[in-house]
């Protein structure tokens, strides 16, 4: 199917009678703040049972990891205005909740990085790219180390973008690196390592696996197969698994309509199904990057 017929369809089930609310943005998306408050307080409390012996480390780091893959959600929400119509109140929030994955980073320098994702999706030049080519391995130490692959990315940009905001990423890095260098040549070195940068890792891989690794391809292209470019994980799913990955095993809905809140995928993907052929959607495991024919991935 041509880009331009799908792009028809698109606009057609954004237009659907049905879909009026899902597509309402509300002055405050009250479930990613609960998503933050859950993130941060729940680091928190794997922090402290750290640090007075209630769990073992490998618990902790764990535990702690996937809170900070929970709190990517309210970035990622920021940075597409989903989180807030008062503009201001969006990226307060949105900053906030980068400083567990990427301290110093601002919502307003992510969302460069990300809507210029959205709008390479699969290309040579999609910022992205080393999250979704060669092999697991490589995806996921790139992943680990995504500090550097965008600190580099945006360096390599630099006169393209505007004075303020390269301003911005400067005051960041330089916070970044001083919480690093304070860290490492403190006393307290190890419980820093195991409190912090080891869940940082374990947050950092998460995230990309399951937003990134798993939902594209190189070579699907966006702008040449709106609907292909992104997998779905939706088919043969449980209700734990959408609410682990707060709604991205409809990452799909996301990339056709990246102004919706996740928490209003689900309507939004049961009418595109009906729309869109069903050879047109794409469909990979939570556990592999097939993207074959939608229905014909193993159940995993």
């Known amino acids: 199917m041509k880009a331009q017929d799908q792009r028809a369809i698109i606009k057609q089930v954004k237009n659907h009678p049905e879909l009026v609310e899902a597509f309402h943005m509300p002055w405050l998306a009250w479930p990613t703040v609960l998503v933050l408050v859950l993130s941060f307080a729940g680091f928190a409390a794997s922090t402290y049972a750290l640090l007075t012996d209630l769990l073992p480390p490998l618990v902790t780091i764990v535990l702690s990891g996937f809170f900070i893959f929970w709190s990517f959600t309210p970035l990622h929400e920021a940075v597409h205005r989903n989180l807030s119509r008062v503009n201001w109140l969006n990226d307060l929030i949105g900053t906030v909740s980068a400083q567990l994955l990427l301290p110093g980073f601002t919502s307003s320098l992510y969302r460069f990085l990300h809507v210029t994702h959205h709008a390479r999706t699969g290309q040579d030049d999609d910022p992205d790219l080393k999250f979704t080519k060669?092999?697991?391995?490589?995806?996921?130490?790139?992943?680990?180390?995504?500090?550097?692959?965008?600190?580099?990315?945006?360096?390599?940009?630099?006169?393209?973008?505007?004075?303020?905001?390269?301003?911005?990423?400067?005051?960041?890095?330089?916070?970044?690196?001083?919480?690093?260098?304070?860290?490492?040549?403190?006393?307290?070195?190890?419980?820093?390592?195991?409190?912090?940068?080891?869940?940082?890792?374990?947050?950092?891989?998460?995230?990309?696996?399951?937003?990134?690794?798993?939902?594209?391809?190189?070579?699907?292209?966006?702008?040449?197969?709106?609907?292909?470019?992104?997998?779905?994980?939706?088919?043969?799913?449980?209700?734990?698994?959408?609410?682990?990955?707060?709604?991205?095993?409809?990452?799909?809905?996301?990339?056709?309509?990246?102004?919706?809140?996740?928490y209003k995928y689900d309507p939004i993907w049961k009418k595109v199904k009906e729309f869109v052929p069903s050879e047109q959607i794409r469909q990979s495991g939570y556990f592999s990057r097939n993207q074959e024919p939608f229905g014909t991935a193993s159940r995993d």
């Open 134 to 262: 060669g092999s697991l391995f490589s995806c996921l130490l790139n992943a680990a180390f995504l500090d550097i692959l965008w600190v580099r990315y945006y360096i390599s940009v630099w006169a393209e973008r505007p004075l303020g905001e390269r301003a911005r990423f400067s005051l960041g890095l330089v916070l970044y690196l001083t919480l690093f260098a304070v860290g490492f040549s403190s006393a307290y070195v190890v419980e820093f390592t195991l409190a912090f940068i080891l869940p940082m890792f374990v947050g950092r891989i998460l995230t990309v696996y399951l937003f990134a690794t798993i939902q594209h391809r190189p070579g699907h292209e966006q702008r040449v197969d709106p609907v292909g470019a992104t997998s779905i994980q939706d088919v043969h799913s449980h209700w734990w698994r959408h609410l682990f990955m707060l709604g991205q095993s409809q990452h799909l809905v996301h990339h056709l309509y990246p102004g919706v809140p996740w």
